[in-house]
């Protein structure tokens, strides 16, 4: 009996929430296992299918931009991977997290638990496939295209660290939106055809003319995609802008996700 409180009178702060992760890491970490297993289960290839789908998407970008559009940035394939494995990563984390908690109804019933664990595990997940992917294409690709290793390499996990940070804040938002919103999963479809074309992922930056290239590299992935390319195709220090833009979203969509998921956090039950 002195385990049992009233969920009335106590308010979710964020280090409870921290708290509350770190108890329930083992449930965390159980959800993230059973869609990777789940998502194989059955299968031949197994895991070796998450590589099929960013393979088959750099290779029929590869082919329109190289052979039908005709662009002429050197390397493209190694240009276009920078870009479109972490932006498949981001695309994927925010569709899954708009259903984190409306179609978990019956585990939130059942067990109690901080909600925020839904639509992390959706993040984490993804990340898991991520790292997969770019663990094979990366150093595949840096070996096809000669390219030595040199020291801005070295800040590839704190601009992946960033991305996750950001992509955590924005799952939170998701997943609290749908819940009171279901119009929010249909929104972004539309907003992410949108943001792809003006996220520098099939063509640099550099190619941008000057008054818009401030404006696409203000978009929310940006920054992230940039410092990638920075880091392993020109192997150059990121510039001062991608610094701040990255951390500035960053912590500010993680921050923003985490305040508004702890201010709905006690209302999310009664929308399921």
Known sequence: M?????????????????????????????????????????????????????????????????????????????????????????????????????????LMRSVRFPPAILPIATVLFNLAQYLLTIVVFLPLMLLVYRVPPSGPMLLYPIFLGLQVMFTVGIA????????????????????????????????????VSAGLRGIILLTPLSPFIVAYQQIFYYRQWPDAEVWLLATVYAFGALWAGVRVFLAVEDRLSEQL
């Open 172 to 207: 939170l938002l998701l997943a609290a939106g749908t819940a009171f919103f279901r119009d929010v999963r249909h929104l972004l479809e539309i907003a992410l055809s949108i943001l792809f074309w003006l996220t520098p992922i099939v063509y640099p930056l550099t190619q």
């Open 2 to 106: 002195t385990d049992m409180m009233d969920r009335a009178t106590e308010r979710p702060s964020i280090g409870s929430t921290i708290a509350g992760l770190i108890r329930y890491r083992e449930l965390l970490k159980n959800l993230v296992l059973k869609d990777l297993k789940l998502k194989y289960r059955g299968s031949v290839l197994g895991f070796l299918w998450s590589l099929v789908n960013p393979l088959v998407m750099i290779g029929v970008y590869a082919v329109a931009f190289t052979y039908i559009l005709r662009t002429s940035v050197e390397g493209f394939v190694f240009f276009l991977l920078l870009g479109i494995l972490p932006w498949s990563f981001f695309v994927s984390s925010a569709n899954m997290s708009t259903g984190a908690i409306i179609d978990s109804g019956s």
